[in-house]
C-alpha cells in the first residue's frame, strides 16, 4: 500500500509536499504514510482515492484495477 501511494504520487509528478499540502497536513506527516511509519487513517485514504481518481481497494493492494465503482 504504501509503495502505491508513492507511485501514484510520482506518476502525477507531485512532491510530498504537494500532497501534503492537499490533504492538509505537514510534508513530514505525509512522508510518514509512503514509508509505512504511520498507518493511513480511513479520512486519509479516501481523500488519496478520490484525488487519484482510484478505487480504496487499488491503494490497498487488494486488485490492481484502479478504477472505481462509480
Known amino acids: 500500500m504504501y509503495r502505491r ?3 501514484l504520487r510520482e506518476d502525477k509528478d507531485l512532491n ?5 499540502k492537499i490533504l492538509g497536513m505537514s ?7 509512503e514509508t509505512g511509519e504511520n498507518d493511513l487513517p480511513s ?5 488519496l482515492a478520490d484525488f487519484y481518481g482510484v ?5 490497498l493492494e ?6 472505481t465503482n462509480k
Not at 16 to 20: D, I, P, W
Not at 43 to 47: F, G, R, S, T
Open 43 to 47: 479520512a486519509i485514504l479516501i481523500k
Open 55 to 59: 478505487s480504496v481497494d487499488y491503494i
Open 62 to 67: 487488494r486488485t490492481d484495477n484502479p478504477e
Open 16 to 20: 510530498q509536499t504537494q500532497v501534503a
Open 5 to 7: 501511494i508513492r507511485d
Open 27 to 33: 510534508q513530514t506527516g505525509y512522508s510518514k504514510y
